[in-house]
């Protein structure tokens, strides 16, 4: 894996910007009522955010320190405000469906957030990948959660109903269901222990071997010493 | 002549989990029964569907997550028999058994199971069912026939027989009907010192004080009492917000507890869009319960002034 895929493996699995990091949780939550939703928003988001990383690390060496932020600030805004227009003429139906959550993309902490932990400190091109990686992360994970809430509140798939009327539990397309699948899907990315930056494997000192939970995975095993490093 | 040395405590009571749950399902028998004669099979398949599931989920659970098994100490039961009694009569079964499931796995056992949960099982799992199928969690029926609850009537200003709310022949859910039947029920808690009366009383008190002051409706005599004897506040005042998990340990705050619930309560039922709020009135105020256990510390005696802090002081706080 080279430097570039390696910042797209990191936004998509390592430092996934919903379910690892925890960030732009008010469009998480929000918006994220049907598939189609949160694809919409992961989507916008992530134009938002390639554009402004390359924007920002451009700008890297002109912006003075102590007025990084308000210059971000400056450089999202026009971007968002670029991008809303661009849905108001080109996909209407988007721009109606995610309503002021798209001005909101300026305070997002996800663009922000790489904006001055990444882009202002790395070149354009590895700051356009990262870009890439973190808003294809979020888009994967707002369209999964709302393809459980989809199903479960309003018994569709991309808007094919499956499920009738009477089932729909309709909790889930409401605020609490939101809750309800984020924690679940972050819970069961937890115990898949997919690799991540707070998934961490614990160091052990494990003297028995037949008692540990690992055993037979366990990378120490063949050694023979029983994790005496 | 032999020494036994160990820890504290050394006197123990003879209160275990198991014989308290026992003494709930016991005193909810009553209102069970009426329930059941009111409302015929559909609500003793509802309760039956209830309870079992609540077991069973508890059940696959904890065995799914190799945790230990605490079907036996009865909690499940009560929950159980408490979603049922909340339930209206002819709703299709498989809601219970949704609400029974959402109970035990997302309110009680993903918090940590049995004492750790921050909020009624039960009354949360009635409030998921109310907001995700209104349609049948507000269908009340006696006799086959769709009525409208009392509390319902009397905010449309209808016409109201307090004798029938008060023995239970009304619309209701199954166990909410009979205020007579849960007295009894309450009585025997109360005798066997299960519960205390500081939370009910000050919960009943502080609804009819905000009633008297916010409903407009004079001294009304008639009007109060069905409020109170009406819904779900009797249920909920002596079986529900009495839950030892979720209400205040200390005296002072049962009292603030009630206090609260009671005019959340007045709050939803007068200005509201529902008839009834007891439901959510009782889980709003679980979530406040460890600030106001933070705040009604008792002081040791020789201590001092009472100290309040959110800071940790050594150890758990």
Known sequence: MNKYTERIYNGVVKENPTFVMMLGMCPTLAVTSSAFNGFGMGMTTMVVLVMSNLVISLLRNVIPDRVRIPAYIVVVATLVTIVQLLLQAYIPVLNELLGIYIPLIVVNCIILGRAEAYAGKHSPVLSVMDGIGMGLGFTIGLTAIGVFREILGSGSVLGYQIIPEDYHISIFVMAPGAFFVLAMLTALQNKLKAPSATNTEEKKDCADCSACALSGNCTRMNSGKGGDE | ?317
């Not at chain 2, 209102?31 to 508890?58: D, H, K, P, R």
């Not at chain 2, 307090?162 to 009304?170: A, H, V």
């Open chain 2, 1 to 317: 002549m032999t020494f036994h040395v160990s820890s504290s405590p050394h006197v123990r009571g003879v209160e275990t989990t198991s014989r308290i749950m026992f003494d709930v399902v016991i005193a909810l028998l009553p209102t069970t029964l009426w329930g059941i004669y009111w409302f015929g099979l559909n609500a003793f398949l509802v309760i039956v569907a209830s309870v079992a599931s609540a077991v069973l989920a508890e059940y696959l659970y904890e065995k799914l997550m190799k945790k230990k098994l605490t079907v036996r100490d009865g909690s499940a039961i009560v929950t159980g028999l408490l979603i049922g009694l909340n339930m209206p009569p002819e709703v299709p079964l498989w809601i219970p058994i949704l609400g029974s499931f959402f109970a035990i796995i997302v309110v009680k056992q993903l918090y940590g199971g049995i004492g750790q949960n921050f909020m009624n099982p039960a009354l949360a799992a009635r409030c998921f069912l109310v907001i995700s199928f209104a349609k049948y969690m507000t269908n009340f029926t006696v006799d086959a026939v769709s009525t409208a609850t009392p509390l319902y009537v009397i905010k449309t200003g209808g016409e109201f027989d307090l004798l029938d709310m008060f023995i239970g022949r009304c619309g209701g859910t199954i166990g909410e009907v009979s205020a007579l039947a849960i007295l009894i029920g309450a009585a025997y808690l109360l005798v066997r010192r299960v519960i205390s009366v500081r939370i009910p009383l000050s919960y009943i008190l502080s609804f009819l004080v905000f009633e008297l002051i916010f409903s407009g409706r004079g001294l009304d005599a008639e009007y109060y009492l069905a409020q109170i004897f009406g819904g779900g506040l009797m249920i909920g005042a002596w079986f529900m917000a009495t839950d030892y998990v979720t209400s205040p340990i200390t005296k002072v705050g049962q009292i603030v507890y009630g206090i609260i619930i009671g005019v959340l309560t007045g709050i939803f039922r007068i200005y509201g869009n529902s008839a009834e709020g007891v439901s959510f009135a009782i889980i709003i105020t679980n979530l406040l319960v460890p600030f106001i256990e933070k705040f009604t510390q008792p002081v040791p005696f020789g201590m001092g002034r009472k100290q309040f802090s959110f800071e940790k002081k050594g150890g758990k706080a």
